[in-house]
């Protein structure tokens, strides 16, 4: 099992839609819980972050957290054609006693005009 | 959010020579650099963790003697790949965690290695 695990997509969705994008953890006491956008050709850019169960709000992003199940979520709201991008989750572990952001592989969003 | 900066940009060199990036946090001081490299349509792979002052720890399967990493002071590491070659041609990233224990990564703008 991956220690980070994504839908790779391609994900499409309408204009103005809510666009759901998924990950799962395998690490069980990851604390610090990140959602990077990255365009195409550029470095990842921070979008969100996460730290206790439930739901955090920014603008148009809902990042939603459920540590027993290991799961956590980006919701985009009235979804821009500017949001077509891939999504990476990442989770702080400690392996081997060094800190590490671990990635997901990313999905890859599309959204349709 | 915090700045990182990453230089060059872009670079093209001869195949047998060393290409040296630079990573610096401009308004925070970042006791832990990681450096990544993203072969196209696949996600970041984490190289190595840079820590100030220390060795840098290479992920399994990292040449550490052929990405030579060093991080001299709080708000500077650099990569240097060593006898380039064609298949080190990737993009290459690198991110810094924010001051006094946070654990929010800001990256730099990454670095586009051609290898010729």
């Known amino acids: 099992q991956k220690e980070v695990e994504q839908n790779s997509g391609p994900l499409s969705v309408p204009e103005g839609a809510i666009a759901s994008l998924n990950c799962t953890y395998s690490d069980r006491v990851s604390q610090s819980f990140f959602w990077y956008r990255q365009y195409s050709g550029k470095s990842p850019e921070l979008i969100m972050s996460i730290y206790s169960n439930g739901d955090k709000e920014d603008g148009r992003f809902t990042a939603q957290l459920n540590k027993a199940s290991q799961y956590v979520s980006l919701l985009i709201r009235d979804s821009q054609p500017s949001d077509s991008a891939t999504y990476l989750c990442a989770v702080n572990m400690y392996i081997q006693g060094a800190q590490k952001l671990v990635f997901g592989q990313g999905t890859r969003l599309t959204i349709n005009p | 959010g915090a700045v990182v900066s990453q230089h060059p940009s872009r670079v093209i060199c001869k195949s047998g020579t060393s290409v040296k990036i630079e990573c610096r946090s401009l308004d925070f001081q970042a006791t832990t650099m990681f450096w990544y490299r993203q072969f196209p349509k696949q996600s970041l792979m984490l190289m190595a963790t840079?820590?100030?002052?220390?060795?840098?720890?290479?992920e399994q399967g990292v040449e550490k003697d052929k990405f030579l990493i060093n991080h001299a002071s709080l708000t500077l590491s650099t990569l240097t790949v060593t006898s380039a070659h064609p298949e080190d041609s990737s993009f290459y990233i690198c991110?810094?965690?924010?001051?006094?224990?946070?654990?929010?990564?800001?990256f730099g703008q990454g670095t586009r290695l051609t290898v010729v």
């Open positions: 840079s820590n100030e002052g220390s060795k840098a720890t290479y």
């Open positions: 991110s810094a965690l924010a001051g006094g224990g946070g654990t929010e990564a800001f």
